[in-house]
């Protein structure tokens, strides 16, 4: 049984949603179990929880979105589309348009987001490609969750993409040493916000991001 009756109060209470909104939300919720028969999408132990422990918690992310300001999203190593499809969603009534682009080199879990994307008539653009490989990106935000650790994902912010505002990152409850770490070998602004869905986590929010010249 999936958490339902959670979900749509923790939902409605927290986003305000519409109706229209939730039950897109919920209807992609089943898309995932059913396809997670194929291809692992997410870990078989957490699909009864899928609402709160996948669908919230993505959500709680479009805390850090600019709506007035943002138009396009890179989510690296997109997978099932968590975040990157629950975001979407959740602003499929920007003006103007809200576009979301996956990167994702698994064959199959891209015919996936390609698939669901188009049920729910989102703006998006899918590249069934390794991200690592790119170059000259350009997006306004770059969100990863459940990809790669921060080092990595920084790496490829600098490397692969030319131009972003910001990053936005889930971490555990080392986040906070990560992120000390972190700041020995860059410089960055960031913005942290406790997670929703695990008191342990935090949701952050990266910007300003610039290597340091560190001499030997």
């Known amino acids: 049984m999936i958490d339902s009756n959670n979900f749509k109060i923790d939902i409605i209470n927290y986003l305000n949603v519409s109706r229209e909104t939730l039950a897109e939300l919920e209807e992609y919720s089943k898309e ?4 997670n028969k194929d291809i692992n999408l997410i870990s078989k132990s957490t ?3 899928i ?3 996948h669908i919230l918690d993505s959500a709680q992310t479009i805390d850090f979105i600019d709506k007035n300001d943002i138009k396009t999203c890179t989510d690296i190593g997109a997978g099932a589309g968590l975040p990157g499809i629950v975001l979407a969603i959740l602003m499929k009534s920007k003006k103007p348009l809200f576009k ?9 879990k891209s015919k996936f987001l390609d698939n669901v994307s188009k049920k729910f008539k989102l703006n998006y653009q899918i590249h069934n490609k390794n991200i690592f490989k790119e170059e000259n990106l350009e ?14 994902i920084f790496e490829i912010a600098n490397q ?3 131009k972003f505002k910001y990053i936005i990152i889930f971490l555990g409850k080392s986040g906070k040493k990560i992120l000390d770490e972190a700041l020995k070998i860059w410089n960055f602004n ?3 916000k406790k997670s929703l869905t695990n008191e342990e986590s935090m949701i ?5 991001l610039k290597k340091k010249c560190i001499k030997k």
């Open 190 to 192: 960031y913005e942290e």
């Open 47 to 49: 699909e009864k929880s």
């Open 100 to 108: 979301i682009i996956f990167y994702e080199k698994s064959y199959h």
């Open 160 to 162: 692969n993409f030319k």
């Open 204 to 208: 952050v929010k990266i910007s300003n």
């Open 139 to 152: 997006t306004d935000v770059i969100i990863s969750r459940a990809f790669k650790p921060l080092p990595v």
């Open 51 to 53: 609402k709160s422990r």
């Open 32 to 35: 995932i179990i059913l396809k």
